[in-house]
């Protein structure tokens, strides 16, 4: 435990190291996590409910004569986008690595007699052949992969796709950092987010200039273990957005502030990309 705790002021670590243990489904954060997807006031594991109405009624009329489309939801957590989606028309695929999300959404799935198809899964191990008409990932998740999963997940997408099929998915924009901070906090809690167990909590930020990365670091310790958390994220501009996506069989066909379709400026914390399959 001491020599965890040495590295992690030491040195930073390298850049999308992952985590000590398995972060989203971890059996109590996974409760946290599901706690605050259903929070419907405030930004945390999803966004405020009517930011999602509005992204859902873009979404909706963007793609245009969603009944009977086929939507392929990435990282759908408690089915919140999902259901909204399929109350407009669409036959929704929702695909999360949180078991006890998943099961939340098939069980409100099953009580509100909506015929949604959830799988607990790790979207970069899916296999679909070429039957969605629309694949959304939303709240930047795409970043938080490394490079290298990244263009395993786009391979899977372009994979899942019928030919001119749509993807949509948001990321951080470079005025993200201007809200970014690199800190170093110590907190102690009886009982919390990270651990139902007293513990210390350990918070480091830090930008990695070169390749315009960002790392929320968490160091948890309790009476007898020490377990560090790295939560990644990729800063692009419009145009390393658009190369990377393109790079891996899509084309660009428009691009928004966010994911509620504002019109572009560059000067949100996010954007928007919508891309077809070549």
């Known amino acids: 435990m001491n020599r965890a705790i040495i590295d ?14 398995p972060f989203w489904d971890d059996e109590h954060i996974s409760m946290s996590m599901l706690a605050a997807h259903l929070d419907r006031n405030h930004d945390g594991a ?34 919140i ?6 109350d407009q028309g669409f036959s929704v695929t929702g695909i999360d690595f949180s078991k006890r999300s998943v099961i939340y959404a ?6 509100t007699n909506r015929k949604i198809d959830y799988h607990y899964q790790n979207y970069l191990e899916m296999n679909h052949d070429h039957k969605f008409d629309v694949a959304i990932l939303v709240y930047c998740d795409f970043g938080v992969l490394s490079p290298q999963d990244r263009i395993i997940l786009l ?48 918070q480091k930020n830090k930008f990695y200039d070169r390749t315009a990365n960002t790392l929320e670091q968490y160091l948890v310790i309790t009476g007898d273990c020490c377990e560090f958390f790295n939560i990644w994220n990729q800063i692009y501009s419009k145009t390393s957005f658009a190369e990377e996506i393109r790079n ?28 077809t399959k070549k």
């Open 8 to 21: 992690f002021f030491r040195e930073d670590p390298p850049l999308y190291e992952k985590s000590s243990k």
């Open 46 to 79: 999803s966004r405020k409910l009517t930011t999602i109405q509005k992204s859902v009624s873009w979404i909706c009329g963007y793609c245009q004569d969603v009944k009977n489309k086929r939507l392929l939801d990435l990282g759908c957590g408690a089915g």
């Open 81 to 86: 986008y999902a259901e909204l989606l399929y």
């Open 106 to 111: 098939q069980n409100h799935a099953k009580e």
């Open 155 to 202: 391979r899977k997408i372009h994979h899942a796709l019928k030919k001119g099929g749509i993807l949509i998915l948001d990321v951080f924009n470079t005025p993200y950092l201007n809200s970014f901070q690199e800190i170093q906090t110590v907190k102690y809690e009886k009982t919390g987010f990270w651990s139902p167990r007293p513990h210390v909590v350990i």
């Open 248 to 275: 891996q069989g899509f084309e660009m066909l428009d691009i928004f502030d966010n994911i509620c379709g504002k019109p572009f400026t560059g000067l949100e914390e996010s954007m928007c990309g919508v891309f």
